[in-house]
Nanobody, 124 residues
Framework: VRLVESGGDMVQPGGSLRLSCAASGFTFSEYDMAWVRQTPERGNEWVASTETRGRRTFYSEVVKGRFTISRDDAKQTLFLDITKAGPEDSALYFC??????????????????WGRGTRVTVSS
């Protein structure tokens, strides 16, 4: 299993960014996926999740309405669209795969595989 994030960059407050996660080594369409971010102050913070085929998506309250998680199963790629970025969104963003049929799509303990992360910095 391999998950490789990309798209992290420096963005101005209020700006937008798209993160991508290229998945390989497993059948991407069969697994629920998530984005998690990490900062020294907050540690690991769950951001968003998507079920297979995007049937349902889930967002933390702090990003709801600003972030969008999506997936392209044909390309085995997960996306996170960030809009209205604020300084609090600065973090290392990880793509992760759940164990099969997770009971809780907000529980990072149910994430089986993680990528190495891509850094987002929101600054003027």
């Amino acid at each position: 299993v391999r998950l490789v994030e990309s798209g992290g960059d420096m963005v101005q407050p209020g700006g937008s960014l798209r993160l991508s996660c290229a998945a390989s080594g497993f059948t991407f369409s069969e697994y629920d996926m998530a984005w998690v971010r990490q900062t020294p102050e907050r540690g690991n913070e769950w951001v968003a999740s998507t079920e297979t085929r995007g049937r349902r998506t889930f967002y933390s309250e702090v990003v709801k309405g600003r972030f969008t998680i999506s997936r392209d199963d044909a390309k085995q790629t997960l996306f996170l669209d960030i809009t209205k970025a604020g300084p609090e969104d600065s973090a290392l963003y990880f793509c992760a795969r759940f164990y099969r049929d997770p009971a809780d799509h907000t529980d990072t303990n149910l994430l089986e595989y993680w990528g190495r992360g891509t850094r987002v910095t929101v600054s003027s």
